[in-house]
């Protein structure tokens, strides 16, 4: 059974940091690119940042979120992170893993958890 599981949101004052865990299970961890994409209520999807399969694992990031976010994978333990700093209420959003299996863009995914809720505020 594939699952993506994740971790770690809460509510966070602006400025603040989080950081998000997705554990991730039932597929090949290690060949899938890794992403994570957020919705804000009343918005689609937005994709925030994905890091490459592979050992020379290369990471890419929305505008909106690069200087400020940096993701990472851990092959060995099949999980993703999402170090979040210098929050803005504009990131207030339900934050995805997904992941993608098949040959595409980094910004493309056929895989997705059910999401961990940030909401920046003060």
């Known amino acids: 059974e594939v699952q993506l599981v994740e971790s770690g949101g809460g509510l966070v004052q602006p400025g603040g940091s989080l950081r998000l865990s997705c554990a991730a299970s039932?597929?090949?961890?290690?060949?899938?690119?890794m992403s994570w994409v957020r919705q804000a209520p009343g918005k689609g999807p937005e994709w925030v940042s994905g890091?490459?399969?592979?050992?020379?694992?290369?990471?890419y990031y929305a505008d909106s979120v690069k200087g400020r976010f940096t993701i990472s994978r851990e092959n060995a333990n099949t999980t993703v992170s999402l170090e979040m700093n210098n929050l803005k209420p504009e990131d207030t959003a339900l934050y995805y893993c997904?992941?993608?299996?098949?040959?595409?863009?980094?910004?493309?995914?056929?895989?997705r958890g059910q999401g961990t809720q940030v909401t920046v505020s003060s």
């Open positions: 890091i490459n399969s592979g050992g020379g694992a290369r990471a």
């Open positions: 997904a992941a993608n299996t098949r040959p595409g863009s980094i910004e493309e995914s056929d895989l």
């Open positions: 039932g597929f090949t961890f290690g060949s899938a690119d």
